[in-house]
């Protein structure tokens, strides 16, 4: 009786364990295949040496905005949607004359001087900003 118990305990362990090593080879071959997606996905900013970074960001008194870019490109008549403003990060959502292209911009602390930056802040929070 004893062996039996042994034998059924040893198969239940050796088929659970099957089933674990195929789920942690699943999970290597995802993590992996995540790995190489983020590579071939992320944004080309990252891999340009700085030629799609924002270099000037203006609003002009209408409440367009236009961004020009290190490569030479210039968006202009840009309307700010929405921003999600966070202490090192602010990020601002255009609406662009072709609805399709929507335009982010992503600034953070460092990138720009600290009262600018604060001032970007103050605006964004403030609640008329979006009642327009």
Known sequence: MDTQ???????????NYRDFANRMALAKWA????????????PSPLF???RCNVRKLIRSGDETWT????DGRCAKDLVLQQCVVIPQLVILYFRTTQFW???SVYITADQ?????????????????TFQR
């Open 5 to 15: 118990l042994f034998i059924a305990t040893t198969q239940f362990l050796l088929r």
């Open 101 to 103: 292209e929507p335009q």
């Open 31 to 42: 993590l992996f295949f995540s790995i190489i997606q983020l590579f071939l996905l992320l």
């Open 67 to 70: 961004i020009y870019f290190g």
């Open 48 to 50: 340009d040496n700085g």
């Open 112 to 128: 720009v001087d600290s009262e600018l930056f604060r001032q970007l802040r103050v605006y964004c929070r403030e609640p008329n």
